[in-house]
């Protein structure tokens, strides 16, 4: 309704917007389902690469509507597969295809269904082959969904479009075409599977013996007068870590061994092992840290961070109950108004951008005060949420490092005085300080003062 409008009305003047957009005509939305299905059926001559159309492979449109009769509403829906509205003419030696939508629309008795469409859902399949370097080959099943759907929940007039593609690998027999497959991940099969395999179980059962027989000596010895803190020489809590991170690469080494020798497996299940290998792999290289203790320096870190627990639990506690508070008030109040606050994930997603005040100018600008009912209180919303909430949360975390530091180097500064004393003491009785004595300083401490 508004003539020469222009995207630059709705968005940041940088970056640029890439042309008009938000044009939600029926001749409009009619253009691109007719450019949708002319894609598909000239996918094979017209993208780069191999594509092939099997007999299976079709297009089928499914259209939800609304149909108002006698003052009753009724939500009505139809499928079809593109047949009428299709036409093909051979330019080239191949066959190009054009399809006008509103032949369809009449073959089949819905002249009139934009005018109350609520979504519209076009799917389809492609089979296409990749070449690789080496010569061989990977057959590929690509599952496609465009859907469109037009609620206006926010009350904002948009449409949400909506693209899915979903590939698994294929048999090239499909294609008619005899080559050698290549498989997936070829690098993580033969002698580097069994090695993973074989480190994995090792590191598992050392860890899981030492954890057990730590729980059972410290159940047998713990009323002994003379070992009153024996805990800490045999039940490793760091243990835990990489029995876990163990687990993780273990479940995820089995999936792709059980994926692996499959003909058809779909792409998504790589990113559920890589998920299972990249936990593994942190929560181990954490648990190795574990080795560094053996240097007093290198020990820095866990000593700062064990004397300090409870100002970080009280922190990650504060903190924690705060950012619930601006959660709700954020997903609430702008909500509807930005683009960044539409969902309840989104929310939460850029207030942990806010922490580091890195999206500020943006997080302002992009705010449509124009919708808002009361253009004052939206505004007032705004400055009183984002600013404080990114003082605040500064303030806290200047405020936990310096609890931080204060707490740990007093702490710190008596073990290091207790642990003076100690071999003070065995050098005055010209004892010979054992190197397990040593690493467990502290607990030999505590148990002559006990």
């Known amino acids: 309704m508004l003539k020469a409008w222009s995207a630059e009305y709705e968005t940041l003047p940088y970056p640029p917007s890439i042309g ?3 044009v ?16 598909f059926y000239n996918m094979e001559y017209q ?27 009724e939500i009505k829906s ?15 030696g191949h066959a190009v295809y054009k399809y006008d939508l509103q032949k369809e629309l009449e073959h089949n008795n819905l002249t009139d269904v934009f005018n109350s469409i609520l979504d519209v859902t076009l799917t389809a399949a492609l089979h296409s082959l990749r070449v690789l370097r080496n010569g061989e080959f990977l057959c590929l099943e690509t599952q496609i969904q465009i859907h469109i759907e037009h609620n206006d929940n926010d009350l904002n007039g948009e449409v949400d479009i909506e693209l899915q ?58 009323n002994k007068g003379n070992i009153k803190n024996f805990s800490s020489y045999l039940l490793r809590w760091w243990s835990l870590v990489s029995v ?35 936990i593994g792999c942190l929560l181990c290289w954490i648990g190795a840290m574990r080795y ?64 580091y005040a890195d999206d500020i100018f943006e997080m302002v600008s992009s705010v449509h005060y124009e919708l808002a009912g009361s253009e004052m209180f939206l505004k007032a919303s705004v400055i009183i949420v984002i600013y404080s909430f990114v003082i605040l949360f500064t303030l ?13 180097y007093s702490t710190v500064k008596e073990v290091k005085d207790g642990m003076k004393m100690y071999f003070k003491k065995a050098e005055k009785k010209r004892q010979t300080v054992l190197m397990f004595d040593y690493l467990n300083a502290e607990a030999n401490q505590n148990r002559e003062e006990g």
Request: glycine share 6%; aromatic share 14%.
């Open 20 to 22: 008009p957009f938000a």
């Open 47 to 73: 993208a780069t690469g191999h594509f092939k159309m099997l007999p299976n492979d079709q297009m089928h449109m499914h259209f939800r509507y609304i149909v108002v009769s006698d003052s009753i509403i």
């Open 244 to 278: 876990i991170g163990d687990c993780f690469i273990f479940t995820g080494q089995s999936m792709f061994y059980i994926a692996k020798d499959r003909v058809e497996k779909e792409l998504g299940i790589f990113d559920e092992i890589a998920f299972f290998y990249g």
């Open 165 to 222: 593609t979903t590939t698994k690998t294929v048999s090239c027999q499909r294609l008619n075409i005899n080559a050698t497959e290549s498989a997936l991940c070829e690098k993580n099969t033969g002698w580097q599977a069994i090695c993973v395999f074989a480190l994995t179980a090792l590191t598992i059962t050392v860890d899981v013996f030492s954890f057990l027989t730590g729980l059972l000596l410290l159940g047998v010895y713990h």
């Open 396 to 408: 806290l975390a200047l405020n936990l490092i310096i609890a931080l530091i204060n707490t740990s």
């Open 78 to 92: 139809s499928s079809f597969v593109p047949i009428h509205g299709l036409t093909n003419v051979t330019k080239n």
């Open 24 to 39: 939600y005509t029926i001749e409009d939305f009619i253009d691109r389902i007719n450019f949708a299905v002319e894609g």
């Open 292 to 355: 560094l203790k053996i240097n007093k320096k290198f020990s820095l870190l866990f000593h700062t961070i064990y004397d300090a627990k409870s100002n970080i639990l009280a922190f990650v506690l504060c903190t924690g109950t705060l950012f619930v508070g601006y959660w709700a008030c954020a997903f609430v109040t702008f909500g509807v108004y930005h683009p960044k606050f539409e969902t309840k994930a989104l929310a939460a997603e850029s207030l942990f951008a806010l922490i």
